[in-house]
């Protein structure tokens, strides 16, 4: 099977996206499946990682022109207009002739689904919005509270949608750690806190946690780890906050081993990207802090699953008074919301999605 992938990554667009297609393609090339990344060139684009990760790559000329403008509500993301990606990639994909083209992007829609895929090619649409057409043969959401109907009208009907954590697409640390995570934890304070804002955390979300928690009442003996990648705006900076903390706190940078620094956290603050999924398979209690608007539906399905604590947006002026709030609720509710969160996600996604991708390419 040939698999081609259309993501991005950028200093607005963040990592997200990319690293949540690196963790398929790996579990496609563990199926036999060959893998190929298309992406434009941007400040922040991942190219170099995704081709240290072995697979081929094929980057698109850096926008030169006006920032494209909506529909959809993301538009600017591709930085040029749909019309134009599609042609540039339609052009690749008639070379490769893949089986699947997987789509990660918020900026584009059926339209550009239609005119960059050529005939014989299915297409697969990894979204979380729900808030615009698509013209494909699979669909992917894999976010708590999402419904199966939220896309009637916008896929169609032949359309095999998997939505849920159910099939959260995480790399196989995460099913490997689980249970030994899940054993370690219970009876366990906190003593280790971490905070992950996502590779780019662009608006420095994380520099307003820590200066929230560097006035707020903290456990005995606590200390903090900062994950962050290195084109992180504001690393400099969250650095510097770091050394003026009350308790010991680390700055990580483009680590590899999230998930063994999670089985040994006992807290995490964190956004409501992929990284809320691994939390889960886990068992990692936490409190999500939103810094985008399209994160408030899955903090609110978080907190109402009991599987997490949700002090509102990061940059609400009472945002440190709602975060000591919920560092205060979490320390009694460790062991429940651990189990909650646990109940969210297995960390067996990436293998149900690879079997429906086969089961398609059969039928």
Known sequence: MKVAFRVDASIQIGTGHVMRCLTLARALRDAGAACHFILRSFPGDMEARVAAEGFAT???????????????????????????????????LEELRPDWLILDHYAFDARWQRAARPEGTRL?????????????????????????????????????????????VLRPEFADLRAESLLARAGRGVRH???????????????????????????????????????????????????????????????????ARMAQADLAIGAAGATTWERCALGLPAIIVQIADNQA?????????GAALDPGPVNAPEFAQNLQTALTKARPRLGAMSERAAYICDGDGA??????????RLA
């Open 297 to 305: 539906g899955i903090a609110r399905a978080l907190s109402d699953a």
């Open 193 to 259: 806190l971490l905070i992950s804002m996502g590779g780019v955390d662009a608006d420095d979300a994380t520099s307003a946690i820590l200066l929230a928690l560097r006035a707020a009442s903290l456990p005995e003996g606590l200390r903090i780890t900062v994950v962050m990648g290195s084109h992180a705006p504001a690393l400099d900076h969250v650095r510097v906050v770091a050394r003026s903390m009350p308790c010991p706190t680390e700055v990580a940078v483009d680590i590899n081993d999230m998930g």
């Open 124 to 168: 697969m649409v990894l979204d979380d919005l729900a808030d615009r057409p698509h013209d494909c043969d699979l669909l992917l959401d894999q976010n708590l509270g999402r419904k199966p109907t939220d896309y009637d009208g916008f896929v169609p009907e032949s359309c095999l949608r998997l939505i849920g954590p159910h099939y959260a």
């Open 351 to 360: 293998a149900r999605v690879v079997a429906a991708l086969q089961m398609e």
């Open 58 to 92: 094929t980057c698109l000329s850096a926008p030169t022109g006006p920032v494209p403008e909506g529909p959809p509500d993301h538009a600017d993301w591709a930085g040029v207009e749909w019309q134009d990606d599609a042609r540039e990639t339609r052009t690749i």
